[in-house]
């Protein structure tokens, strides 16, 4: 798998209004391949937001360097290409839609890489083919629903052509239908279109479905592996105040009891067959 | 609350005026708003209301849906009709205790009532007739030479875009946080002028709060989408003037000019 996104001890202080640095990111070091899918988790004000905007080079580090595809972000001229790279999706489904009908807000990025008329029809009809909102192209966004909206805003994405996309919690103001319409669309772009793919995320069922999960606390990576491996550590997990999927909880606490339960379980039918198993024997 | 502005409001139909450029809509309604400031008649403003009656039909709007928008400016129009009718001097020709209607003041209230309604007639069409996508694309367009003398001619065009975007987000927002402080026994109907505007207080603050909090977070979102200016731009949507167009704009010039002449 080849590298398209590098992190090197990177570190990020913000200077707030009263002069203060406050350090957000602490020797944060990374690597993301092409067509990986990586969650992030952690509580609020890890960091995680902060290290999402240097993938796109809306923050700059104030030391280490971050590189997409071989680029380094902190050079100006990189910065476009930086951009056009690696798409963003934020929380708020609402302050990220620009335009007042839904095919004018997901030409809006090809609009501003000066893409030719022609080539921008093509690229909003294939993207919101993808995302499923084709009967909504001529729509005002305002009155779609929360996951129709982020939807849309992937498809905005979607339609610069991106190598990565970004997404910081996009499911946190969503409704639980919201979340998984989300959600299912960037598993399947990731799936077929091989999209590499950071999700920030504070629920973990969704970290669970990620190839790796990255634990945040106070500007550094905590935790680090499979996520089977990370929500096996059930013990750390909650010393930072994080939960742990339902079923793996309760296989780690079937595996202290001294059952022989794997502790690193995520799904509930595998935890159900192994006990079906040893009842029956 | 908010409800019911027919005004001006989009009226999706397909017409041969909808088909129209936007900016041969723009450049129509300045001619016809140019028109009546020139003439003084009732003939000319009979013509000139002919003259919309006939592009309301050729629009396919429903006459009564279009009127219907002058309703929120029945008030404006009423006191502009009672302020000429009474406040005119010369031949008195009627008498309601101390006020005095004249000759002259009945002739000059009915003009202006009607140069006012005609006014807003013409250019509701505009914005009846014209997506606001295609009315800002339009503007930019016609603004585009004046960008010399330092007009911010994209940035104008994509604040209206904005603007148009975010109004229905805030009215929704407005009425979650009036519901909210009703609860919570707030009153913005009743009471004296003044208390009813300081009740509005815990209404607008957080409207604002939020506003700037939206305007911010809209922002870094546009530049992650590689948002620069206007410069090197493209569009989905071009315009396209076609002989319609300039066909509509030499007749409509033809008549304004026939009119400003001959009334
Ligand atoms: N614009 C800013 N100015 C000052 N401090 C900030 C700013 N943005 C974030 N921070 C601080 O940086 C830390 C990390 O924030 P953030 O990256 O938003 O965390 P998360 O997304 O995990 O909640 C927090 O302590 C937060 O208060
Ligand atoms: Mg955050």
């Known amino acids: 798998m080849s590298r398209l996104l590098e992190v090197r001890d990177l570190t990020h202080s913000y200077l707030t209004r009263t002069g203060e640095e406050v350090e957000a990111l602490r020797k944060v070091s990374l690597e993301v391949g092409a067509g990986e899918f990586v969650a992030i988790v952690g509580h609020n004000g890890s960091g995680k937001s902060t290290l999402a905007k240097h993938l796109n080079a809306l923050l700059l580090p104030s030391t280490g360097v971050v590189f997409v595809d071989g680029l380094d972000t902190s050079v100006p001229e990189n910065l476009w290409e930086v951009r056009q790279r690696v798409g963003m999706v934020f929380q708020n489904p609402d302050n990220q839609l620009v335009a007042t009908t839904v095919e004018e807000d997901v030409a809006f990025g090809p609009e501003n890489l000066g893409v030719p008329s022609a080539e921008i029809r093509k690229r909003v009809d294939e993207a919101l083919a993808v995302v499923e909102m084709s009967e909504f192209a001529t729509r005002p966004p305002h009155n779609l629903s929360g996951g129709q909206k982020q939807r849309v805003a992937i498809a905005g994405v979607l339609a610069m052509r991106p190598k990565c996309i970004v997404l910081d919690e996009p499911t946190a103001m969503l409704d639980p239908k919201g979340r998984q319409e989300v959600l299912r669309t960037v598993q399947r772009l990731n799936a077929e279109e091989s999209m590499t793919v950071v999700w920030i995320t504070h629920f973990m069922n969704e970290a669970a479905q990620a190839d790796r999960v990255l634990v945040m606390q106070e500007g550094r990576i905590a935790i680090e592996g499979s996520p089977r491996q990370v929500f096996s550590r059930v013990e750390e997990l909650k010393e930072l105040h994080l939960d742990v999927p339902q079923v793996t909880e309760l296989a780690f606490l079937l595996n202290k009891a001294g059952l022989p339960v794997s502790p690193e379980l995520l799904c509930e039918e595998e935890l159900v067959s192994i006990l079906v198993d040893k009842l029956a024997g | ?263």
């Open chain 2, 1 to 263: 609350m908010l409800d019911g502005i027919t005004l001006g409001q989009y009226v999706p139909t397909e017409s041969p005026i909808h088909n129209l450029d936007p900016r041969t809509k723009i450049i129509s309604s300045v001619l016809l708003i140019v028109v009546l400031f020139l003439v003084e008649g009732f003939q000319g403003y009979l013509l000139i209301g002919l003259g919309i009656l006939g592009i309301i039909a050729a629009a396919r709007l429903p006459l009564g849906f279009v009127l219907k928008g002058l309703r929120p400016l029945r008030l404006i129009l009423l006191i502009t009709l009672l302020l000429h009718l009474f406040m005119t001097e010369g031949r008195e020709i009627a008498r309601l205790g101390p006020l005095v209607v004249t000759y002259e003041g009945f002739n000059k209230g009915v003009l202006m009532t009607l140069r006012l309604g005609l006014l807003v007639l013409a250019t509701s069409l505009l914005t009846l007739t014209t997506s606001p996508i295609r009315l800002t694309d339009g503007l930019e367009d016609l603004l585009n030479p004046f960008k010399r003398v330092g007009l911010p001619a994209h940035e104008l065009a994509m604040m209206m875009t904005i603007a148009l975007r975010f109004i229905p987000t805030l009215f929704e927002e407005t009425e979650k946080i009036m519901k909210a402080q009703k609860a919570r026994g707030a009153d913005f109907e009743s009471g004296k002028l003044s208390q009813r505007a300081k009740n509005l207080v815990p209404l607008l603050v957080p409207l604002f709060v939020s506003a700037f909090r939206r305007a911010d977070e809209l922002a870094i979102a546009m530049e992650a989408r590689c948002y620069r200016g206007g410069e090197g731009r493209t569009k989905l949507h071009t315009l396209q003037m076609t002989r319609a167009d300039y066909l509509a704009i030499l007749l409509l010039t033809a008549g304004v000019i026939v009119i400003a002449v001959v009334f």
